[in-house]
Each structure stands twice: as C-alpha cells, then as structure tokens.
C-alpha cells in the first residue's frame, strides 16, 4: 500500500507535482487551496529515506473521493488509523513512523 504520490520533475515544486501526479495516478483534478503540506522530510533526515527528499500534504475534500486509478495501481482503500494494512511502500513508512497520521483531522 501507498500514498499517492511520485517524483518532482525539473522546474517543479513539490506542490505543482503532486497535483500532477494526482491527476495521473488518481484522476483527480484538486485545486492547491485544498492542500495543506504537513511535513518535509529531507534526504538522509530520516534513517530509511537517504536518497530523496519526502514532502508530505494533506487533501480537504467535502465528501469522499473515488478516484480512477492508472495502470500503476491496482486497488485503493480507506483505512482508519488503528486497522491499516501491513505492508507500505517506504514513503508511506516514513510518514507513519514520523507520526503523520496522527497530524491529520480526521
């Protein structure tokens, strides 16, 4: 399991790639007002992320989302903090040892 997400191509800020790849993985076209960004993680600031700098947001919507996924996905689901899936990807990883989760309102 993941977050959405991906890398930040030349001449993009964290931001502007997320809403990107939001639009790509997830078919979602959000407007950056609706971001929050709750935490950077430099590279090497964390001891399994030495490669990458992570940047992490939230998304306020008013009501649930079902986004369409691409090809890089190949099912999604909403979890509540204390019933997640076993296994993330390391970003996802990182955010939840660093305590993320638990910034968000729920």
């Avoid at 979602?28 to 935490?39: F, I, M, T, W």
């Avoid at 998304?59 to 204390?82: C, D, I, M, Q, Y």
């Amino acid at each position: 399991w993941n977050f959405f997400g991906g890398r930040i191509d030349r001449g993009e800020g964290p931001c502007r790639a997320l809403l990107r790849e939001l639009a790509e993985e997830a078919g979602l076209r959000v407007k950056a007002k609706h971001l929050s960004k709750l935490r950077r993680v430099p590279a090497g600031g964390h001891k399994r992320a030495t490669g990458r700098e992570l940047h992490y947001y939230v998304l306020s919507v008013e009501h649930e989302l079902a986004p369409r996924l691409n090809r890089e996905h190949s099912s999604f689901g909403w979890f509540k903090r204390n019933r997640l899936p076993a296994r993330f990807n390391l970003p996802t990883t990182v955010a939840i040892e660093q305590g993320l989760l638990n910034r968000i309102r729920a």
